[in-house]
Nanobody
């Protein structure tokens, strides 16, 4: 089992920045991929960014050049630096960890971009 706790969400004006953190506990040595997903009201959950145990990163086209996923040397926690935020980035952001064929999710953190 893996437990995930997100933090760092909040209200920010358009053009502003936020940094999300995802702290994992439990069988973290078995995690192969960690990522951030988001779900806006009335929409499906979508990929934002992922990072593998080898450090390979992948981003949704909508956030490329604005968001950066990273981790510390111990692979935990994982961060999402969000710059140049837009109102359409408003959503609940979820952290996900993959171990083998099992996905673990955090409880989510709200990000609201509004003036």
């Amino acid at each position: 089992q893996v437990q995930l706790v997100e933090s760092g969400g909040g209200l920010v004006q358009p053009g502003g920045s936020l940094r999300l953190s995802c702290a994992a506990s439990g069988r973290i040595f078995s995690i192969s991929v960690m990522g951030w997903y988001r779900q806006a009201p009335g929409k499906q959950r979508e990929l934002v960014a992922t990072i593998t145990s080898g450090g390979y990163t992948n981003y949704a086209d909508s956030v490329k050049g604005r968001f950066t996923i990273s981790r510390d040397n111990a692979k935990n926690p994982v961060f999402l630096q969000m710059n140049s935020l837009k109102p359409e980035d408003t959503a609940v952001y979820y952290c996900k960890a993959v171990t083998g064929a099992t996905n673990f999710w955090g409880q989510g953190t709200q990000v609201t971009v509004s003036s």
